[in-house]
């Protein structure tokens, strides 16, 4: 093939290599372009902590303000899911007297620093909190704890955002607690888990990440998560999109090294969301085709199970693996406890793969509600093991250590010694896999909707 050839190609085709090995990828999606240089490609994905530190275990539940001592330092929960032996029940009517009666396995909080606050959408929207969170108000308010509770939080919240304690302490009860009404009616929460190390762990660096939870553990921090995204689209009827995503250390961003998720209602669709519209109106199985398909035909399926998909994602900003569901509902909070399962084992096994010391971010992508095209439920795991640099600023071309197949080759031979292991559930790894684009079933819904005259289109806009 002519050079000319393939310089024009490489800006068609997803991902090619020169003839000098250099690997040029380009988001087949959303158009960003990634190229990884010979030689950079064989840095290990995480030199770790830096220095270790002995843990002092006497802190043990009270290392951070997510800690299982220090429940009375976050606002009060929503819902907590509660381990008797093999079973798992959801507690959603905790109040601050029975706060530790029983060890949540996940709480799930509001954010004390919401990104769009309630009154963001109170004011903007004339959003008003359901009767169900007006309820769970007035019942924790109504003990002498759960107020105590609620003021000592609201103070702390408008101490941080620089109001002076004599300012507040001036203000009347009743206008203390009306700051309050985010707590119950707020639209970003979190998910946090139990532990902050490992339970046995002696060293600060023993950090218990998603990859430590076991399948199971991670089968019910997912499927809580993806109630509170369906959750948070009833409460809200503005909410545009809900956002749901997990920072891992503190390089990708997190402000706790204790594990936990983010879910956020916005109100608008991002510019890379209305990318991918424009794909999907041109191709309702672009993510078949270019996103399963294609890595199967470029080698790049790590792993598959009944349920999902991994793949080692093409044109990605840092070095990622992508979870498709193969489900035809494309609404994940209504998957069923199978499907979810599924999905939550190839998660959780991405992260076991990648090891508690890489930072990662986790983002969650669905169909929007009312966009009238269909969309599969999807992760992104993305290791932050490249910083950007002037040259990225400048060029919007992203320099990764890793391309795609050596990362595929990775999370390829680390599964296969975890299954070993049954550190991860079980599923078909690299070439056991048999993916393709059909794989898939998010589209086919949406195209028995078109022929029978039916129409998905609920905007509200
Ligand atoms: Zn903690």
Redesign the pocket.
Known sequence: MAGQTKGARSEREPLSRLPDGTIKQVNPFTGTQVWTVPGRANRPFGSGHGTRHRLDTAQRGR?????EDRYLETPPEKGRIVRSGTEWRRVTDVTAETLSDTVAEFRLIPNLFEILSFDYWRLNYGYAPTTAARERERAYLSTPAGRAHVLDIARAKAAASGVASADWDDLPPEEQLRHAEAFFGGCHDVVVARR?YLDRAKHDDQVASSGSLSPEEHEQYLAFTVDAVGAQYAANPYARYVQAFQNWLRPAGAS?D?LHKQVVAIDELSVETQRQLERVREDPWVYAHLGVGYAAERGLVIAENRHAVAVAGVGHRYPSVVVYSKSATREPWRHTAEELRGFSDLVHAMHAATGPQVPVNEQWYHEPPGIGVAMPFRVVVSLRISTLAGFEGGTKIYINTIDPWTLAQRFVASLLKLRALGAVADFDIGPECTAQWASLKYARVAAASVAAGVSDTGATD
């Open positions: 290392y951070c303000a997510f800690c902050h706790f204790h």
